[in-house]
Structure formats: structure tokens, C-alpha cells
């Protein structure tokens, strides 16, 4: 892809020649679902200022992908799939896989962004960039992302979960190096700044930043050099043990449809009104690309409870 306008092409060169000799910067994109972490990744891919161009490894709690259908077009990012599990534990083997293969294309990317499911515990994905030789000899970690829906967030970290099994929304927020405060729209502004200090507890040191649709200028979030080992494993001194045990939340799954050709999108409409009113409570998130009969545009479905 050829340079931004606004930033001049020896800029990107130079960043390139870098890479030959240095490790490829990585960013950690989490936070649960529904947050808007798609959302704010496709701002940092459309945005013209920064001049890079990103790897992005996209994972999939369910078995379908979706993200990468839905990442912006105006963007050409090399992008890979890990599908159907969390990347903190069940296919942690495929990032690395995926990692080591994208070394081999370094020349083709300044910098690469992970976004993970939000399902996630993002310490066991940090982890891999300091536990394995080969990925720590290539990459560094840059920092971790986290999203927060500003609505839910709270209901989230304070659900309770059966014994040993982790609260995903409290460790996302625990490990960041910066927390976006998102959809504040949804929340009156007197409300946040308690929502603030709720998490501020979790996470003392973690720059916050409000926002709507994942606003925040990506300077702010690329390129910051703000993990810090040191500070993580005073806070978390098992950080690096990889004989911990990682247990997710069985009461939550993931449930896939595909329809080959064309909907009716009134019908569409109707059964997700239908399924929304029966079991909205106990959504957390849907999502889809849909093929509508007698329309040449794709159409992309998201909803959030």
C-alpha cells in the first residue's frame, strides 16, 4: 500500500529498514464482548495520519469467522484467522504459530495488532512474548488495549463466577496499559467518573481515556512502549509461570449459523426480533455479514446487549 499523503514517504522507508534489524512491535486489542473492540480497530486502520500498515491476528471464540469480514476495506492489512477457542488457552499454540509465520513477511508490516476474543484473559497472551525464545528474540510487547463498554463494564467485573474459574473483564482491565472508557454516550456524565474509580482500583496506573465508537487518536495507543514487565509481575509475580491453570466460564458459548446465498432481509428483521425478545438477556453479543436478495452492498449486522 502506498504511504499516507500526510506523511512522507521517506517516513515510511525508514521504518521499514528498522524493521530488518529490530522486533516487530505487537498490540494487545482486548475487552469483552461487545466493548467495540472491532470498532476501534477499524478507526486505527482507516486512520490516515500514522503511515503504518498493521498485521492483524484476528481471534474468533466461535467457529465462523467474522472480524476479518467486517474489518474496513479501505485498509489493506494482511489479516489471519485463529478460530474457535481463546488464544489464552486453547489454540495459544496457534499464535505463536501465526506470529512466526508473519516474521517471515516482516518487510510488508511496521507493526502488529492482536485483536483476541472477548472471552480472553490477555496475561497468558502477553505471556507468550517473554516465555518463548523464537517470539521473544522477534517481537516486543508494545502494550495492552483494554475497551470498556461504559454501560456494562461495571455488571461485568462484578459478575460472579464459579470457584477457580476467572473474571475475564476484571483481568483485561487489571493487565492494561490503557483502558478506553467507550460508549459514554450511554451513560450519563455524571456516572463516570464513579465508573472511573472502579476501575482505577483494578488498574491504578492505566492511562483512561473516554470515548465514543472508539475515538482516541491512535498515537495514543500505537507505538507507546508502555508494557512493563517489571510492574506486572509486582502485580501478578505467577505472570510468567506457565503451569498455571486458565479456566473460562463453561455457561458461556458460542453458537454459529451459516445460510448459503441470498435472505430475505424482512424475514432476517422478524426471527432476530423474535430471538432478541426471547433470549436478550441472555446475549451477549451477535454479530454477522448477510447477503440480502436483490442487494449488491454487504450487510453487516452487529448488536450488543
Not at 499523503?5 to 522486533?23: A, C
Not at 481463546?86 to 499464535?95: A, F, P, W
Not at 513477511?105 to 472471552?119: N, R, Y
Not at 470498556?148 to 462484578?158: E, F, P, V
Amino acid at each position: 500500500r502506498e504511504p499516507c499523503s500526510s506523511t512522507p514517504p521517506s517516513t515510511v522507508t525508514e521504518t521499514l529498514v528498522d524493521m530488518s534489524s529490530r522486533k516487530v512491535p505487537v498490540t494487545i486489542l482486548t475487552g469483552f464482548l461487545g466493548s467495540g473492540k472491532t470498532t476501534l480497530l477499524n478507526h486505527i486502520l482507516e486512520d490516515p495520519n500514522h503511515g503504518l500498515r498493521f498485521a492483524i491476528i484476528e481471534n474468533e471464540f466461535g467457529d465462523v469467522g467474522v472480524d476479518e469480514r467486517i474489518l474496513s476495506e479501505k485498509a489493506d492489512e494482511e489479516v489471519i484467522e485463529v478460530m474457535n477457542g481463546c488464544i489464552c488457552c486453547t489454540v495459544r499454540g496457534d499464535l505463536v504459530v501465526a506470529l512466526k509465520n508473519l516474521y517471515s513477511k516482516i518487510s510488508q508490516f511496521d507493526a502488529v495488532i492482536i485483536e483476541t476474543t472477548g472471552l480472553a484473559d490477555p496475561a497468558p497472551v502477553a505471556q507468550t512474548f517473554f516465555v518463548d525464545d523464537d517470539i521473544q528474540a522477534k517481537f516486543s510487547l508494545d502494550a495492552i488495549i483494554t475497551v470498556c463498554d461504559s454501560k456494562h463494564i461495571l455488571a461485568r467485573i462484578d459478575d460472579e463466577k464459579p470457584e477457580g474459574v476467572e473474571n475475564e473483564a476484571a483481568e483485561q482491565v487489571a493487565f492494561a496499559d490503557r483502558i478506553l472508557l467507550n460508549k459514554t454516550d450511554l451513560v450519563p456524565e455524571a456516572e463516570l467518573p464513579a465508573i472511573e474509580e472502579r476501575l482505577r482500583k483494578l488498574n491504578p496506573s492505566a492511562t483512561i481515556f473516554r470515548c465514543e465508537k472508539g475515538q482516541v487518536d491512535p498515537k495514543d495507543l500505537i507505538g507507546i512502549s508502555s508494557f512493563d514487565l517489571r510492574k506486572t509481575l509486582d502485580m501478578d509475580p505467577e505472570f510468567l509461570n506457565t503451569d498455571g491453570e486458565h479456566e473460562h466460564d463453561n455457561s458461556v458459548s458460542s453458537i454459529s449459523i451459516i445460510q448459503p446465498g441470498n435472505v430475505d432481509l424482512e424475514l432476517v428483521q422478524k426471527w432476530v426480533g423474535q430471538l432478541l425478545q426471547e433470549k436478550g438477556a441472555q446475549i451477549y453479543r451477535m454479530k454477522g455479514v448477510l447477503s440480502i436478495s436483490n442487494a449488491d452492498d454487504k450487510f453487516v449486522y452487529q448488536a450488543v446487549h
